[in-house]
């Protein structure tokens, strides 16, 4: 315990005793890609955070690509650290997002899952709109 309490003051362990950050809101959403065109989206990301001390939050998307698909539906997400987030949309089993997040605003890139889990070149944005 005491080593938890001093890697506590460094803001790296958590044992859900003290809420992590609030992550609830709408956020604008942009991926760009210089690889797959699919992933070249503008659009807007609502997360739901219904227990601040749990590290799962839920959430849905809406957001056109640039081969002029609209595309909605849900998502599914987690802490991983007080400042990094994983998510995924639940339409897509094999990309995942991943980024640093603090303050409402979040930046990272795209990855898939297949056989290795690897980068796909695409990087991501999440900022927080104003009430």
């Known amino acids: 315990m005491a080593a938890c ?11 859900l005793t003290d809420p992590l950050p609030g992550i609830s809101g709408t956020y604008t959403y942009q991926s760009r890609s210089s690889d797959f065109v699919r992933l070249n989206r503008n659009g807007v990301i ?5 227990n601040r001390r749990t ?6 998307f809406d957001f056109v690509n640039d081969a002029g698909e609209h595309v909605t539906g849900g998502l599914l997400g987690s802490f991983v ?3 990094h987030i994983y998510f995924r949309f639940l339409n897509s089993h094999f ?21 290795t889990y690897e980068s796909s070149g695409s990087t991501f944005s999440l900022i927080r709109r104003l009430p």
């Not at 609502?46 to 219904?50: C, E, L, N, P, R």
């Open 5 to 15: 309490a001093s890697i506590l003051l460094l803001g790296s362990c958590n044992d």
């Open 46 to 50: 609502t997360i739901d955070d219904f």
């Open 55 to 60: 590290a799962a939050f839920t959430g849905t």
């Open 81 to 83: 650290t007080r400042d």
């Open 95 to 115: 990309e995942f997002h991943e980024g640093s997040y603090a303050l409402g605003r979040a930046n990272g890139e795209i990855f898939f899952q297949g056989i």
